[in-house]
């Protein structure tokens, strides 16, 4: 077991540990005027697209909203954190494919009150080269959404690290798109690759696609790198950084193996609270504005003068 990092206690959970059910917090957490579709990208393999997805899905859940992860990455890696079957059942492999309703593929992870995920299965290693051939093949999965999110208040779409044909889908599907960025040398490297995907994706697929937030992963402070790293996204894109970085935990890595988010696994660990206040930002950031509407005032139609009635 590693012995660094901010939290690096002996982990005590033996490996069976099952979560009986999570709190919700006290103060809950904005909900959107309407569905805000999430995909969570980056080329990159291995920045904490998976982990970052999971526990802000987990983190919005505990704070009263119903939440949806959608396991796009034939590595199953979400699945598995929200400890849903995924080996031998159906997921969103068969959605995509056409031979599943989306709403039949829907799991429910135990423990949270509306935290709900489609699993990936191995499959899903096939749908690039399956869906090549499907008309419309790059709005599979945006047209089986259209069925279910209202369903929820926030749905997560994590994706495999490429830019095939499954995170074209997912862009296609979402609203905003979501970069975990990890803070180290080459970070920024290959972003100008998920750009233009970005970019392209606009002006042929979905106009309406907001690359709205981006969330530095393991993040260590102490050094001069990671905060050189950190100002340089900051100078590029300072409406869509989160000023609240994950820091790099041990905690945070370990959770998966229990088949758990580590807002489960360790609530109180500063991976954890990082990603809870990193969800509580992004509700914050699309909640619903509030209405001053009175009926009374704005049906009065007021004639200008000279204004014929
Ligand atoms: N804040 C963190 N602190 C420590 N380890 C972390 C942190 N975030 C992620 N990790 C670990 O880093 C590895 C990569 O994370 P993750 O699987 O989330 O990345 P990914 O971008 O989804 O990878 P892939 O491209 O393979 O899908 C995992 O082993 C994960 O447990
Ligand atoms: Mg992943």
């Given amino acids: 077991m590693s012995q660094s990092g901010d939290d690096s206690r002996e982990t005590s959970a033996p490996s069976t540990t099952k979560v009986v059910g999570v709190r919700r917090l006290k103060e809950a957490m904005a909900k959107p005027a ?11 393999g291995g920045v904490g697209k998976t982990t970052t997805t999971v526990n802000i899905a987990a983190a919005l859940s505990m704070g009263g909203l119903r939440v949806l992860v959608i396991d796009l990455d034939p590595q199953g890696n979400a699945s598995t954190a929200l400890g849903v079957p995924h080996r031998d059942n159906a997921g969103i492999y068969e959605v995509l494919m056409g031979s599943h309703e989306i709403s039949t593929v829907v799991q429910k992870v135990a423990g949270f009150p509306a935290l709900d995920c489609i699993s990936s ?14 008309v419309a093949r790059e709005l599979q999965l945006k047209e089986a959404l259209e069925t279910i ?6 749905i997560f779409i994590d994706c495999p690290p490429s830019l095939g044909l499954l995170t074209v889908n997912a862009f296609a599907a979402a609203k905003e798109l979501l970069i975990p960025i990890q803070a180290e040398y080459y970070a920024l490297e290959g972003l100008s690759q998920l750009l233009e995907t970005y970019a392209v994706v606009k002006k042929r697929l979905n106009p309406t696609l907001n690359l709205s937030t981006i969330v530095l992963t393991m993040f260590d402070g102490r050094t001069r790198l990671a905060n050189d790293v950190a100002a340089n996204v900051r100078s590029h894109f300072p409406n869509e950084l989160i000023d609240i970085p994950i820091p790099r935990a041990v ?25 809870m206040q990193v969800a509580r930002e992004i509700a914050e950031r699309g909640k619903a504005k509030e209405e001053n509407f009175d009926s009374n005032v704005v049906s009065i139609h007021y004639k200008k003068d000279g204004e014929s009635a």
């Fill in 149 to 154: 999110s209202v369903n929820y208040d926030y």
């Fill in 251 to 275: 905690r945070v890595s370990e959770a998966p193996s229990y088949s758990q988010t580590v807002m489960t696994y360790d609530p109180l660990s500063p991976g954890a609270i990082a990603y």
């Fill in 121 to 134: 299965n191995t499959s899903l290693a096939n749908a690039e080269i399956n869906l090549v051939s499907m």
């Fill in 34 to 44: 309407s569905t805000r579709i999430f995909t969570v990208a980056n080329q990159k």
